[in-house]
């Protein structure tokens, strides 16, 4: 910034010479009275602060801010023209499509790396896809508490088979469903009960009823009605509970029941002892031809295939008496 001190041209001069070439006002070039200075007169400090260093007076510039507004390559961390473009159009190439292998993914569908979905395939059953990993065949087994079941064995769903365990008694496993524990219970009826509380086994109990009068509930047995007394053999009876052993039987008298002994049981005569039996040696015995079981036979007969029969040179009658069916000509078994 420039200042008027009034000088004339020659003073002008002056000044400039002394700013660039350091002359001073020994040169007599400069001096006179039309110098328009005295001799003597100052000297122009040359070292000190320059004046157009302070503020401009003629303020800011007054063009402002670019009217063009920033420049549009100012950001340069920005992104790239072509890495916004789709990956098959950029300037660095197409984009190299991965495949499966290369992804390692064996199902399902998945990105190639240039945005398309491909197709991996399918897993072989019992595995899913994404069962335990993204795109990876899997299986996950279930579990009895999942499925519910509590007893035996059972498929995990993977190939394998899984223990539930066992049913406490007396439920039984699978009685109403497979693998789910269970009880069945029983009724008075189904069970021969006539009174007072039967367990049905379950944990449940049922009333059964109650006995006549003179009845006693659970005389001889639980739950079952009987009379608290008893008739000897051969004395006629109601029930097989009114003979003291034995059982009530058919007898021949005018068709009514007696009380009898079974066989081998002790007897003191015929009539003591069942039906089609005798008492032969203090026991009760069958005859040749009935139902028996081991020693059950009148001697001599042998007990043979669940029958009575005679033995092999005992006299027969005929041949089912004897044990080989044969009755010979001399009337003896063969």
Not at 21 to 36: I, S, Y
Not at 129 to 135: D, I, K, T, Y
Not at 182 to 199: E, I, L, M
Not at 233 to 242: D, R
Request: with cysteine; proline share 7%.
């Amino acid at each position: 910034m420039r200042h008027s001190l009034g000088l004339g041209s020659s003073h002008q001069l002056l000044l400039a010479c002394v700013l660039l070439t350091g002359c001073t006002r020994a040169n007599p070039a400069f001096e006179g009275e039309d110098q328009g200075l005295p001799a003597d007169g100052p000297v122009i400090q040359i070292d000190g602060p320059r004046q157009q260093d302070g503020p401009r007076k003629d303020g800011p510039r007054k063009d402002g801010p670019r009217k063009d507004g920033p420049r549009k390559d100012a950001r340069r961390d920005g992104p790239r023209a072509d890495q916004q473009r789709p990956p098959d159009q950029r300037r660095d190439g197409p984009c190299k499509a991965k495949t499966c292998s290369d992804l390692v993914k064996p199902c399902g569908n998945v990105d190639n790396g240039c945005g398309k979905q491909i197709w991996c395939g399918a897993c072989q059953w019992p595995e899913v896809c994404g069962a335990l990993q993204p795109n990876q065949c899997g299986c996950k087994p279930t579990t009895c508490l999942a499925q519910k079941k509590d007893c035996d064995w059972i498929e995990d769903g993977c190939g394998k088979s899984l223990w539930c365990g066992s049913c406490p008694y007396p439920d039984e496993c699978g009685l109403f469903q497979p693998n789910v524990c269970g009880c069945q219970p029983t009724t008075c009826k189904a069970a021969g009960k006539d009174c007072d509380w039967f367990d049905t086994g379950c944990g449940g109990t049922e009333f059964c009823g109650t006995c006549a009068f003179g009845e006693v509930c659970g005389f001889f047995e639980p739950n079952v009605c009987a009379s608290s007394g008893c008739q000897a053999n051969g004395k006629t009876c109601v029930s097989a509970i009114n003979c003291c052993n034995g059982g009530c039987e058919p007898g021949s008298v005018s068709g009514s029941s007696v009380c009898c002994t079974a066989a081998l049981h002790v007897c003191g005569n015929t009539t003591e002892c069942c039906l089609d039996s005798i008492c032969s040696g203090g026991l009760c015995c069958n005859y040749a031809g009935q139902k028996c079981t081991t020693g059950s036979c009148c001697s001599p007969l042998l007990c043979q295939n669940g029958t009575c029969c005679r033995q092999t040179g005992a006299a027969c009658s005929y041949g089912s008496e004897c044990c080989s069916k044969q009755c010979g000509a001399n009337k003896k078994c063969t």
